[in-house]
T-cell receptor, first 113, second 115 residues
Framework: NAGVTQTPKFQVLKTGQSMTLQCAQD?????MYWYRQDPGMGLRLIYY???????DKGEVPNGYNVSRLNKREFSLRLESAAPSQTSVYFC????????????FGSGTRLTVV | RKEVEQDPGPFNVPEGATVAFNCTYS??????FFWYRQDCRKEPKLLMS???SGNEDGRFTAQLNRASQYISLLIRDSKLSDSATYLC????????????????FGKGTKLSVKP
């Protein structure tokens, strides 16, 4: 019962480097999400995908791109990392928007130096 | 006004105590309400949904007051293992951050249960 799997768990990047955070769920969920969590800021939505084939911006999308590769997978890409993107990133999935609880992955701790 | 507001705590209580967390939300159109638990350096996990009639799960009781836009979580007979941050979560509106009906998370209330 894997649920939501995120990789990598930890990453250190230099400013300007790029990377892709991977997320996969095995619960046949329609909707997937990427959040970042910073001290004192709580969880903030970066991008979400209501269903396979669609993606939309959340509260803090600048500096990120996403791809809903198929129903299972939803990746987050940082094209040119900045120190302000140092954060813990969580992927989540749910049966649908709004009225469903989310299941989260274990997170990726990203440091940009 | 912030979408979801919680007292950040920390709440430091002895084992066996009863502790209550409160949360207010700004979107009167919200339809879904949850409490999540987040342990240190871990992902948030769904603790319980919150229904208008109130609901109970063992030592945990959740209440919703739609008129006051207020949600509460009561923990009875606190255990050491209850130490965590508790996140109040509500569904957003159509115009929140470009998302439609996505969940909005409060910043959480930290609970520390001491022996």
């Amino acid at each position: 019962n894997a649920g939501v799997t995120q990789t990598p768990k930890f990453q250190v990047l230099k400013t300007g480097q790029s990377m892709t955070l991977q997320c996969a769920q095995d619960m046949n969920h329609n909707s997937m999400y990427w959040y970042r969590q910073d001290p004192g800021m709580g969880l903030r939505l970066i991008y979400y995908s209501a269903s396979e084939g669609t993606t939309d911006k959340g509260e803090v999308p600048n500096g990120y791109n996403v791809s809903r590769l198929n129903k299972r997978e939803f990746s987050l890409r940082l094209e040119s990392a900045a120190p302000s993107q140092t954060s813990v990133y969580f992927c989540a999935s749910s049966g649908g928007l709004g009225n469903w609880g989310y299941t989260f992955g274990s997170g990726t701790r990203l440091t940009v130096v | 006004r912030k979408e979801v507001e919680q007292d950040p705590g920390p709440f430091n209580v002895p084992e066996g105590a009863t502790v209550a967390f409160n949360c207010t939300y700004s979107n009167s159109a919200s339809q879904s309400f949850f409490w999540y638990r987040q342990d240190c350096r871990k992902e948030p996990k769904l603790l319980m949904s919150v229904y208008s009639s109130g609901n109970e799960d063992g030592r945990f009781t959740a209440q919703l007051n739609r008129a006051s836009q207020y949600i509460s979580l009561l923990i009875r007979d606190s255990k050491l293992s209850d130490s965590a941050t508790y996140l109040c979560v509500v569904s957003g509106d159509m115009n929140y951050g470009g998302s439609q009906g996505n969940l909005i998370f409060g910043k959480g209330t930290k609970l520390s249960v001491k022996p």
